[in-house]
């Protein structure tokens, strides 16, 4: 069934359903784009995380959070001990809360405070479901993938994702904030040979020093053709911003500097490039919008997860990946010219980009738990399975002279 004509959960199916998520934005952006999606249906939801994500921005109004301990297991056999401690009460915990909220599936966003979460439901008989925002299966889904009856992913690929686990497998997405989705349809600013370059530089919630060391010196080494129509806004961390204000005035180019922007997306809406980390909201939110990018993937990411990221952009010819080893003022800049240098070029990356969102990330995942909670109103999308669906997106115009041109949400 088309995402046209989906069924809704007619009055009197109302379901309850249990979030569990790590206390960061990358694990709750898509649990709360979830949340919403369901409540828009009927259902009633409620929140599992840490004391981070109970107070983190953007939860949904009415979502109830409970913070349940869930322990961390670093090197130090010490450290398991009082994480496993942590975990069983937190798994207790859970089964209490299941008893009275009764959820008809639990659905977990990785990070360590799903993982008690998932366990109770396990143990009590709850069908459950995963959901990986990376191009890499993270450690607690990996742990949980055999329990689990469903493990929805973002990308077509995913590392150490067994191949045993395919049947179970669903490409949804990763799911984006509504203010973000809403300028899918909207064109591609204006970019031409005399009008401003707008660059938009984040390095995630805290900012990225080596973003603040690199990236003024590398936009001062462009052609004046493009260092003069320059305008930059960029995240620091407030030890860089002084510095990096300092850099961008010897240079003579027009930086707006923060440490936190809250009209990001408004930022996005007019950016011609993205300069920053790989994260995977970010990236989902990129490609929702159609923003080519310069990737810096973080090199400590568990399992290089980043840089797995930008691959299905990358491939798409939306987004260029440098090694933060070889991220240099002087590469930085060849990689912008070969992006910039012609306004048709810019604006195919932003259609490669485009190409690659898949809007519909919410609603898919929406009727994947509502399937697995026994509410049969569509076939999922399933990768590699006989029951994958194309959805066709129309384009909005400026972006590339292809974006009419139907994508395949899976693989």
Not at 119 to 131: E, N
Request: hydrophobic share 40%; glycine share 10%.
């Amino acid at each position: 069934m088309s995402a046209e004509t989906k069924q809704h959960v007619p009055t009197g199916a109302s379901r309850h359903f249990v979030l569990a998520a790590g206390g960061t934005g990358g694990h709750l952006i898509p649990a709360f784009a979830l949340a919403t999606e369901l409540k828009a249906r009927g259902h009633h939801v409620a929140l599992i995380t840490d004391e981070r994500g109970a107070n983190i921005p953007g939860k949904p109004e009415g979502l109830t959070a409970h913070i349940l301990p869930a322990g961390r297991f670093g090197k130090n056999p010490l450290q398991w001990l009082r994480g496993a401690r942590a975990v069983w009460e937190g798994r207790a915990m859970a089964l209490r809360l299941f008893e009275s909220f009764e959820p008809s599936a639990v659905i977990g966003f990785g990070g360590y405070p799903a993982l008690p979460a998932l366990l109770a439901a396990t143990s009590a008989g709850v069908p459950s479901v995963v959901h990986e925002q990376n191009a890499v299966l993270g450690r607690v889904n990996r742990l949980l993938a055999s329990r689990v009856e469903a493990i929805a992913t973002s990308y077509p690929e995913v590392e150490r994702l067994k191949p045993k686990y395919a049947d179970k497998t669903h490409l949804v997405g990763n799911p984006v904030r509504e203010e973000v989705l809403a300028l899918r349809d909207e064109e591609f600013p204006a970019f031409t040979e005399d009008g401003l370059f707008r660059i938009l530089v984040t390095g995630g919630s805290q900012g990225a020093s080596v973003l603040s060391d690199i990236v003024p010196d590398g936009l001062s080494m462009l052609p004046p053709a493009l260092r003069d129509r320059l305008q930059v806004t960029q995240q620091c961390r407030s030890e860089d911003v002084d510095r990096v204000r300092e850099r961008y005035a010897n240079h003579a180019i027009p930086a707006e500097l923060g440490t936190y922007f809250e009209d990001m997306h408004e930022r996005l809406a007019d950016t011609h490039l993205f300069i920053g980390r790989a994260g995977a909201s970010t990236i989902a939110e990129l490609t929702a919008v159609g923003r080519p990018g310069i990737l810096v993937p973080l090199p400590i990411a568990t399992d290089d997860h980043q840089a797995a990221n930008t691959r299905e952009a990358v491939k798409a010819g939306g987004a260029r990946m440098i090694r933060q080893s070889s991220f240099t003022p002087k590469e930085l800049a060849k990689q912008i010219q070969a992006m910039a240098q012609k306004p048709a070029s810019l604006g195919n990356a932003a259609h490669g980009a485009w190409n690659c969102g898949r809007p519909k990330a919410a609603q898919d995942l929406a009727d994947l738990v509502e399937n697995m909670s026994g509410i049969d109103l569509m076939d999922v999308i399933r990768v590699g399975g006989n029951n994958a669906r194309a959805a066709t997106q129309g384009a909005p115009a400026g972006q590339g002279a292809a974006k009419t041109k139907s994508r395949e949400n899976a693989a």
